[in-house]
């Protein structure tokens, strides 16, 4: 990796005070003047969630309720957030977020969704391939009428401004990485005037190398403006620009490498030699962060226009906090019915299916708040009361009053339910029919190994980098704007493949736009990756900890939500009954059990084999030591646990060496957790049950 790697052309196009401009276009009379949108009049005019420039200029913020806005600024008109079955209701916000969208992508660039008003741009290959004819000579100052260059402001002459930036551009020696960000902003201006056209709706935007670079020039000038950031300006940018307002810096990492590490400015890191960053966070996350503090992110710009989860939760804070389980039944079922509404319309317009519900709870704790997340299978159906049922049978499981965990009473202060997962409706089913053609007639099994689906990810309660607050209820759609989402590595950044849709397909619009189309560069590398590529990073380093930190203080009682960490399920047993994830054994739902671990999937196999007197898959393999029926993916381990026990038996020949301690092992089906240490005062002994207690619990898991 150097900072020479990377000339991709990014921009950040972010919607100005996105929810007060979409109650504009419904009241047009009312343009500017002062204005914002409150959530819920209860308390003080409710909280505002969007104030305009205007009533910025009167000294409004979105710290402030809707009554104190009035008090700096008496005209400023209060727009409500309209309300649904108790809650936000923000469907208007979304289609207004989708039609901004659609217009991103009909000038054919790579577009990641990025939250509901805002999404990435790579204009690589756009660029490289249609427009480097050009000459800084054929584009006016006209072109970029709303453009700045950080490093150049100030200005309207030769030497400072777009006019002296232009200028500086026409030279023979000039930086072929600006010429191409200039073109990206001419794109970009076309862009922004094309939404104003179709949307009513103004935007601001960044421009740069990569994500990082372009989220925050995007903020540098707004609004209706857009900002170039030349890497030549970055180190001396970066110099004052607080680390806090970085994307990827606002949560714990940022908070450490703040109060830890002493960094205020992006500068400040560049002083912390990569060994000690690696040190103290891990080696992947320390090289990270070692060239992000110096304007590197490898991060793709991955095609997306679907969010990741469709999901939805609601606050109660102070008297409003459920304490009780038909209080948490009723929200549970309010926001099950919206979210099941929500999905329904998506497979209607997009023709993919979720397969995983999250319940997310946020509890009072003894000490401070927590939270935890739980993850179910979700059936196509997206029965609403079957959602909700589902979801209580999580949530009071995990009752710590219930299981003595917690000496105060059980109160709720946040309860979210997300769907996600998505799969394609017509590969879903067909893998369904394939699977039961397939099983019938005894050929090689299609379901596929899943073992990276086994974990579920923390869905985070807020979005955007950290940066929002929790004051409002959120009709959420997660488009993948978590730190955890990808840690970018050189592995990845030089994987990069093109979505199929954006290979050679330049829109006729983007071509039109810049008309003298001299001669086409060739050999572009792809700029954009496809997101369904991504899924199943994993979490890792500083990122893994945090998340696992985050979720679950109180132990695991549910068998039935599945992992909600990225680590391997270490139960076997099943506590549960199958019927519990499949009530109808006749119609398992394959997409569902392939999310499943290896050896809960085989007991649901078994159980439909024992159900329809099948013969059974070639998914199943029979151990020729126990006789007993196993998963293909899980007998190597298996075998792995014959050996040991052979090993184990050797040992116990021996004479410092426990006996007991063998039929431990032997049985460890029935002993895994017994508490019995046979000779425990003896040296050997004790270092004889330690062996046996890791083998244990190593094949605890597979036997
Ligand atoms: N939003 C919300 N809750 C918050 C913050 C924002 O529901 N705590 C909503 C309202 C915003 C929209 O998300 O209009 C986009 O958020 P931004 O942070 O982009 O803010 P705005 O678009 O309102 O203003 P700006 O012009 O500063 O981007």
């Not at 039944?329 to 397969?355: F, I, M, P, Q, Y």
Request: hydrophobic share 30%.
């Amino acid at each position: 990796m150097n900072a020479e790697g990377d000339r991709r052309v990014i921009a950040l196009i972010d919607m100005d005070c996105f929810y007060v401009q979409v109650e504009e276009r419904e009241n047009p009379n009312n343009k500017g003047k002062p204005a914002c949108v409150v959530q819920y009049r209860k308390w003080k005019g409710g909280g505002i969630i969007s104030v305009n420039y205007e009533a910025r200029a009167a000294g409004v913020t979105r710290q402030m309720r809707g009554d104190e806005a009035r008090e700096k600024c008496p005209d400023c008109i209060l727009y409500r957030v309209p309300e649904r079955r108790g809650k936000a209701d923000l469907t208007k916000y979304r289609d207004g977020g989708k039609e901004v969208i659609d217009v991103m992508c009909s000038f054919g660039v790579c577009v990641e969704r990025a939250s509901i008003d805002e999404a990435y741009i790579d204009m690589t290959m756009v660029i490289e391939q249609t427009l480097l004819g050009y000459t800084a000579t054929d584009i006016n100052v006209e072109e970029l009428p709303n453009t700045h260059f950080v490093g150049w402001e100030n200005g309207t002459d030769d030497v400072k401004g777009v006019h002296g930036w232009l200028k500086a551009l026409s030279k023979e020696d000039c930086n072929d990485n600006d010429w191409k960000l200039t073109l990206g902003a001419v794109l970009v201006e076309k862009m922004r005037a094309a939404i104003y056209e179709k949307t009513g709706f103004r935007c601001s935007a960044g421009i740069a190398n990569n994500k990082m670079l372009a989220k925050l020039a995007c903020g540098i000038n707004k609004p209706n403006k857009q900002t170039v950031l030349p890497f030549t300006s970055v180190q001396e940018f970066f110099t004052t620009f607080p680390l806090k307002k970085v994307r990827n810096l606002g949560g714990k990492l940022g908070l450490t490498l703040r109060e830890e590490l002493q960094c205020t400015t992006m500068a400040d890191i560049t002083r912390i030699p990569e060994k000690i960053l690696q040190e103290r966070f891990d080696t992947k996350t320390g090289t990270w962060l070692y060239w992000y503090a110096r304007g590197i992110d490898h991060d793709p710009v991955s095609s997306r226009r679907l969010p990741k989860s469709i999901g939805c939760n609601k606050n109660f804070t102070g008297l409003a906090a459920l304490d009780s389980e038909d209080k948490i039944g009723h929200w549970l079922e309010e926001l099950c019915a919206e979210v099941s509404e929500r999905l329904e319309k998506d497979r209607g317009t997009n023709c993919r299916l979720a397969k995983l519900l999250t319940v997310t709870v946020r509890l009072e704790g003894d000490i401070r708040p927590y939270s935890y997340t739980r993850s179910l299978p979700l059936h196509s159906s997206y029965d609403k009361t079957r959602m909700a049922k589902s979801c209580l049978a999580v949530v009071m499981k995990e009752n710590p009053c219930k299981q003595g965990n917690s000496k105060t009473p059980w109160v709720v202060t946040c309860l979210g339910v997300s769907a996600s997962k998505f799969v394609d409706q017509l590969e879903s089913s067909s893998r369904i029919d394939r699977f039961f053609t397939q099983s019938k007639a005894s050929k090689q099994s299609t379901i596929p190994n899943t073992e990276n689906e086994e974990s579920v990810d923390e869905e985070p309660l807020h979005r955007k980098d950290e940066l929002y607050d929790l004051h409002a209820d959120q009709e959420e759609e997660e488009f993948g704007m978590t730190e955890i989402d990808n840690i970018p590595t050189e592995t990845n950044a030089s994987n990069i493949i093109a979505p199929e849709s954006h290979v050679g397909q330049i829109s006729d619009l983007s071509k039109e736009i810049f008309q003298e189309n001299k001669e086409k560069s060739s050999g572009a590398s792809s700029p954009c990756r496809s997101r369904e590529k991504n899924e199943n990073v994993k979490k890792t380093g500083f990122f893994a900890s945090r998340s696992l930190k985050k979720c679950v203080p109180i132990p695991h009682s549910s068998e039935e939500s599945i992992a909600q960490s990225s680590q391997v399920n270490p139960v076997n047993q099943t506590t549960f009954s199958i019927e519990e994830i499949f009530p109808d054994l006749n119609q398992v739902d394959m997409e569902t059990l392939a999310l499943l671990p290896p050896h809960l999937r085989r007991q649901v196999l078994q159980a439909i084999q024992s159900k329809q007197g099948n013969e059974g898959t070639d998914e199943f393999v029979v151990c020729d030591k126990c006789k007993e029926q196993f998963l293909k993916e899980e007998i190597g381990e298996h075998n792995d646990f014959h050996v040991a026990a052979e090993l184990q038996k050797e040992f116990s020949l021996q004479p410092s060496t426990s006996r007991s301690s063998v039929n431990n092992l032997e049985g460890s089906k029935v002993v895994k957790n017994s508490s019995k240490r046979p000779l425990k005062n003896q040296k050997n002994a004790t270092k004889d049950t330690k062996r046996s207690r890791t083998i244990e619990s190593f094949f605890g898991s597979s036997v």
